[in-house]
């Protein structure tokens, strides 16, 4: 049933890039396609885009109906990370520079204009492993900010640390793929498993995945976009299974992943390397997918409607809507880019706004009981309040007691 659209989507794509693989860019065309692709590939990321217009902090909460714990947040601030209790209050802070992580590394405007952590994982020992902007690179620190290991390798957008201490991570690779577009680079996403010290154990071609899957390789023949940032994956979630008796596609092991250019999610099969699940539809340049306890999957749609976002959760048989938030006239919310949602122990839910750095909580009936805006300014802009990338609620009984107020 999907072989016409499988054939026709070959035709256009064919005519879209050419079918001559013997014409090669020229060395000074190729250069400047690759510096044009790196500033493509940042646009939209920036420090800070909303107007601070009060001094930030937790400006609501209700403790009877906010979840307890404590909170993890990126800022565009600065590069590191800061711990904060409920109400708002500093526990602890992590922070480096270009330069002690990579002492004489070149610092390209790339690293200049994105100089803050993107993501951030917590150890109980206060280790933290960060995402470094703009694809620098992935590093560890110890609780005083010193590094443990720092790696170049080009990482972005999310990251999950398995117990056994493997680091899923996403890759990015700026370069010609032939068969793609012969003339014009792209830039290739990878899933990526790391060893416990940074080191890559294997990655798997995203573009590839898709390639080999004869269910759903149409979506990515028929993506109209066969040059620069083809896919802008955001997200590496591994599955636990829960829900594989309902989905056997969301088997164990998997990973649930997002590319924003395409409007879709989907499963990746990483032994086998093939998309086995995936949906587009009722979502645009969302965020975060994840599956819940309750067997939904939830996501933030970046572009529920032009000036709105919204988190949902689908059922993953039929991707029906099962919950929405959407903010209120009053309470609008709007994060072009960026974005992050988790669902908490006690039922609410944690929404980050990136774009306009601030976090809130809402109860399941769309009610908001805590809120946290950015204290943090833009270097060389205090008019600006810095990009809040994600705020995270660490789970219940999360052991922080080695915290200690202040920059480290």
Partial sequence: MRAP??????LLVGAACGTD?????????????????????????????????????VTLHDPERAATGFNLAVSGHAPGATLLDMDGNLLHEWRVSFEQVWPGREVLRRFRDANWFRRAHLFENGDLIGIWGHDAGILKLDRDSNVIWASTIRAHHDLRVMPNGDIYVLLAEHHIVPRVNPRRPIREDFIAILDAAGRVKRSISLLEAFENSERYRYLWMLHPKKTGVIFHTNTVEVLDGSIADEMPEFE????????????????????????????????????DPQVLDDGSLLLFDNKDEPGRSSV?????????????????PEQPF????????????????????????????????????W????????????????????????????DVSWASAGPR
Avoid at 25 to 36: G, M, R
Avoid at 374 to 384: I, K
């Fill in 5 to 10: 659209a499988v054939a026709l989507a070959a």
């Fill in 21 to 57: 693989e013997r014409s090669e860019p020229a060395p000074a065309a190729a250069a400047a396609d690759l510096e044009e692709l790196e500033r493509l590939a940042a646009l939209g990321y920036v420090s800070g885009s909303a107007a601070a217009t009060s001094a930030g902090g």
């Fill in 252 to 287: 164990g092991g998997r990973v649930l992943t997002s590319m924003r250019a395409m409007n879709t999610i989907a499963v990746v099969d990483l032994e086998r390397a093939e998309v086995v699940w995936a949906h587009q539809g009722g979502f645009e340049a969302q965020h």
């Fill in 312 to 328: 949902e959760a689908y059922a993953p048989r039929d991707m029906s809507l099962r919950w929405v938030y959407r903010g209120t």
């Fill in 334 to 369: 709007y994060s072009q880019h960026s974005g992050a949602v988790q669902r908490l122990a006690n039922g609410n839910t944690l929404i980050t706004d990136s774009a306009d750095g601030r976090a809130f909580e809402v109860t399941p009936d769309g009610e908001r009981v």
């Fill in 371 to 398: 809120e946290f805006s950015n204290p943090h300014r833009v270097a060389d802009d205090a008019e600006l309040r810095a990009t809040l990338f994600e705020m995270l609620r660490l789970p219940p009984g999360f």
